[in-house]
C-alpha cells in the first residue's frame, strides 16, 4: 500500500512544478498587459495601474529568483516582508486612480470614496505595527516578523478586495455612465483584487502545503485570464460619447437622467461632508 505521506510529497512536487509553468505563463500576461497599455497609448488614462503592474511583476520575478534558482531563504524572506508593506501603497494608487477615473465628475462622492479608501489604509498600517509589536512580545513565537508580515498581507488584500465589491455594487446599483473601457477596468481590476484574495484565503484558512499552492495557481490563472480579457476590452475612448452600464448601453436620455441622479446624490452628500474633507 502507497505511503500517505510519499503520495504528499510527490503530489507537493507535481504541483510545484506545475506552478513554475502557470507562474511564467502570469508574468508573460502581466507583461504583454504592460506593454499594450505603452503601445495603445492608454497609460494616460491607467497611468497608476500600469505602474502597480510593472512594479508587481518586478518583485514577483526577484522572489521567484530566490524560490527556484537562488535558493536563498533569507533574500526571499527579506524582499517578500518589505513588499507585503509596500504593495499595498501601489494598490491604494490604483484604486485612487479608478476613483477618479469612475465618480471623478461627483465631487464629493469621489471625495468621500477617496476618504474611506485612505481610512482602510491608514486602518491597516496602525493594524500592521500593533500586530508586529504584539507578535514580537510573545517570546515562544519563533518567527514574529514573518507572522506579522503574513497577517498583515492577507488583511490589506482582503481590505481592498471588499472595498472593490463595494464600489462596484455602487458603480452597478447606482447605473453610473461610464464609457466601455472604464466600465471594463473597473470589473477586471476587482477580479484582479478578487483573484489574489483567493490565494491569501486559501494559504489563510488551510495549513496543507497542496491546497495552499492549488489556491496559487488558481489566483495566478485567473489573473491571466484578466490580462488577457483586459487586452481585448479596453481600447482608447474615440470621443468619449457612448457611455454603457453594466446593464448595457444607454441612450443619450438615460445617459442624461442617470446623470442628473448622481448628480442629486453629490449635491445632497455635499450638504453634510465637512469641507477639509473634499
Known amino acids: 500500500m502507497e505511503n500517505p505521506l510519499s503520495f504528499l510529497i510527490l503530489k507537493t512536487m507535481s504541483l510545484e512544478a506545475f506552478e513554475k509553468w502557470i507562474w511564467a505563463l502570469n508574468q508573460a500576461s502581466v507583461l504583454a498587459l504592460v506593454l499594450l497599455l505603452v503601445l495603445r497609448k492608454l497609460q494616460i488614462d491607467f497611468r497608476s ?8 511583476a518586478i518583485v514577483s520575478m526577484v522572489l521567484s529568483y530566490y524560490r527556484f534558482v537562488g535558493n536563498s531563504d533569507n533574500a526571499y524572506a527579506t524582499v517578500y516582508r518589505y513588499w507585503a508593506y509596500i504593495g499595498p501603497i501601489f494598490m491604494v494608487i490604483a484604486i485612487s486612480e479608478l476613483l477618479h477615473l469612475t465618480l471623478g465628475k461627483f465631487e464629493i462622492v469621489l471625495a468621500a470614496s477617496r ?31 514573518l507572522a506579522s508580515t503574513l497577517s498583515y498581507q492577507q488583511a490589506s488584500t482582503m481590505a481592498f478586495a471588499i472595498f472593490m465589491l463595494f464600489l462596484l455594487l455602487f458603480i452597478s446599483l447606482m447605473s453610473v455612465p461610464l464609457p466601455p473601457s472604464r466600465l471594463w477596468h473597473s470589473f477586471l481590476l476587482g477580479g484582479w483584487f478578487f483573484s489574489i484574495a483567493i490565494s491569501r484565503l486559501s494559504y489563510l484558512l488551510s495549513g496543507d502545503e497542496f491546497i495552499r499552492q492549488a489556491g496559487s495557481i488558481f489566483a495566478m490563472l485567473a489573473s491571466s485570464g484578466i490580462c488577457w480579457l483586459w487586452i481585448w476590452k479596453v481600447r482608447p475612448d474615440r470621443d468619449g460619447t457612448d457611455f454603457v452600464t453594466p446593464q448595457g448601453t444607454l441612450t443619450e436620455e ?11 446624490l453629490n449635491r445632497s452628500l455635499g450638504r453634510s461632508w465637512p469641507r477639509f474633507l473634499r
Not at 495601474?49 to 508587481?56: D, E, H, M, T
Open 115 to 145: 476618504t474611506l479608501l485612505r481610512s482602510v489604509w491608514v486602518g491597516l498600517a496602525i493594524f500592521g505595527l500593533i500586530w508586529y509589536f504584539y507578535l514580537s512580545s510573545i517570546a515562544k513565537l519563533p518567527q514574529p516578523r
Open 49 to 56: 495601474f500600469g505602474l502597480y503592474l510593472g512594479v508587481s
Open 254 to 264: 438615460e445617459v442624461e437622467e442617470n446623470f442628473e441622479r448622481l448628480e442629486a
